[in-house]
C-alpha cells in the first residue's frame, strides 16, 4: 500500500496600513473585495448575510491561475470569523492542495493597523510541491497585501500592470 507524503510550506506577509480594524475587517469579504481586487471574479456559494461570516462559502478561479497555472476552482469556506481581529480561511484546491489562511488585524494606533497574512500550503499530491510554489504564495500575499493597503489610503483600486 502507497502512502501519500504531503509537503506543507507556510508563507507570511505583515503590513501597516493607515486606517482602523473596524474600516479594514469588513473588507475581508468575497462581495466587498470586488472593490479593491482589480479583476475579481467569484461566485458566493452560502451566506446567510450575503456577505462574509463564519461558515460563509465562495467559489474563484484566479488564484489557481496563479498557483497552477491552470483555472483551477478554489473553493473557500470561512472557519473563524472574529470581526476587527482575526478571520480564517481554509480553500480546498480541487485534487492539488488545502490551503490554510489566517489574517490577523491589531491596532497600531493613530488610526493605523497591522495586518499578517499566513498561508499554510499542505499538497495533496506530490508533484504540486515545486520550487516556484512558495514564490507564487508569496506573490499572492504580497499582492492582497499591497491592493487592500492602496485601497484602505487611497479609496481606490490598485489596477494590475
Not at 506543507?8 to 468575497?30: G, M, Q, S, W, Y
Not at 483551477?72 to 480546498?92: A, C, D, G, H
Not at 508569496?138 to 494590475?160: H, N, V
Amino acid at each position: 500500500m502507497n502512502k501519500l507524503r504531503t509537503k506543507r510550506i507556510i508563507c507570511t506577509h505583515k503590513e501597516i496600513i493607515k486606517a482602523r480594524t473596524d474600516n479594514i475587517f469588513p473588507l475581508l469579504c468575497p462581495v466587498e473585495e470586488l472593490k479593491w481586487i482589480d479583476n475579481w471574479k467569484y461566485q458566493l456559494v452560502y451566506s446567510d448575510s450575503s456577505v462574509n461570516e463564519n461558515n460563509c462559502i465562495f467559489r474563484e478561479n484566479m488564484s489557481g491561475l496563479i498557483l497552477f497555472d491552470s483555472p483551477v476552482n478554489i473553493t473557500w469556506t470561512t472557519t473563524l470569523y472574529e470581526p476587527n481581529s482575526r478571520i480564517q480561511f481554509v480553500l480546498m484546491c480541487g485534487e492539488m492542495a488545502v490551503i490554510k489562511f489566517d489574517i490577523e488585524l491589531q491596532d497600531q494606533g493613530n488610526a493605523s493597523s497591522s495586518i499578517q497574512f499566513m498561508f499554510t500550503y499542505t499538497s495533496l499530491k506530490e508533484d504540486t510541491v515545486d520550487k516556484t510554489i512558495q514564490g507564487k504564495l508569496m506573490t499572492i500575499l504580497t499582492f492582497l497585501a499591497t491592493s487592500l493597503k492602496y485601497y484602505c489610503e487611497t479609496g481606490e483600486i490598485l489596477k494590475m500592470s
